[in-house]
T-cell receptor, first 116, second 118 residues
Framework: SQTIHQWPATLVQPVGSPLSLECTVEGTSNPNLYWYRQAAGRGLQLLFYSVGIGQISSEVPQNLSASRPQDRQFILSSKKLLLSDSGFYLCAGTGLAGASSYNEQFFGPGTRLTVL | AQKITQTQPGMFVQEKEAVTLDCTYDTSDPSYGLFWYKQPSSGEMIFLIY??????QNATEGRYSLNFQKARKSANLVISASQLGDSAMYFCAMREVGKGGATNKLIFGTGTLLAVQP
């Protein structure tokens, strides 16, 4: 069952505009949360992860930032988008309700971002 | 450094036949987990199967089984009785344990595109 929500599903933004992608989790407390980016035809690259409110770890230097203002909310942001920020952004979590084990990492439906 | 390698960019299989998707990994950590995910054209990532490094038996989930060969550092996915709906991208992933405890971060391979032919 789907316990991770992302919006919007698709987004087209001009270069230099700000970005805010939201991920929310339901039915569990204190999950680990993750933001991944997938370029067209490529694998997933981990951007950020969070083990709790206000705790953010960045995996790669980039134009993006993340925040976790609430236990079940994870936000990906940018002040000024670049063309290279285009891609498919996936939020994921572990320790979620419905998982067969804590190891299982559930993914949200993703946001497809196109920067023009 | 931990690494996942999927050497098959694409695979074809006839409907109802079995197919093996290859995955090799590299890690110096004695405790790790291996995952397979399916990504259809819609983009969602669907969890298929998990194998822990200390599990004695190969994991199975319905038509999916994981051929875990620890000494060879391989974790191949076997799909039996392929169906048209199995056509998708398949990713192998490994759980990485961060400093200071388990963070459950995953590193992914580049994926294998499976096409099931009628």
């Amino acid at each position: 069952s789907q316990t991770i929500h992302q919006w919007p599903a698709t987004l087209v933004q001009p270069v230099g505009s700000p970005l805010s992608l939201e991920c929310t989790v339901e039915g569990t407390s204190n999950p680990n949360l993750y933001w991944y980016r997938q370029a067209a035809g490529r694998g997933l690259q981990l951007l950020f992860y969070s083990v709790g409110i206000g705790q953010i770890s960045s995996e790669v230097p980039q134009n993006l930032s993340a925040s976790r203002p609430q236990d079940r909310q994870f936000i990906l942001s940018s002040k000024k988008l670049l063309l290279s920020d285009s891609g498919f952004y996936l939020c994921a979590g572990t320790g979620l309700a419905g998982a067969s084990s804590y190891n299982e990492q559930f993914f949200g439906p993703g946001t497809r971002l196109t920067v023009l | 450094a931990q690494k996942i390698t999927q050497t098959q960019p694409g695979m074809f299989v006839q409907e109802k036949e079995a197919v093996t998707l290859d995955c090799t990994y590299d890690t110096s950590d004695p405790s790790y987990g291996l995952f397979w995910y399916k990504q259809p054209s819609s983009g969602e990532m669907i969890f298929l199967i998990y194998q822990g490094s200390y599990d004695q038996q190969n994991a199975t989930e319905g038509r999916y089984s994981l051929n875990f060969q620890k000494a060879r550092k391989s974790a191949n996915l076997v799909i039996s009785a392929s169906q048209l709906g199995d056509s998708a991208m398949y990713f192998c992933a490994m759980r990485e344990v961060g400093k200071g405890g388990a963070t459950n971060k995953l590193i992914f391979g580049t994926g294998t595109l499976l096409a099931v032919q009628p």
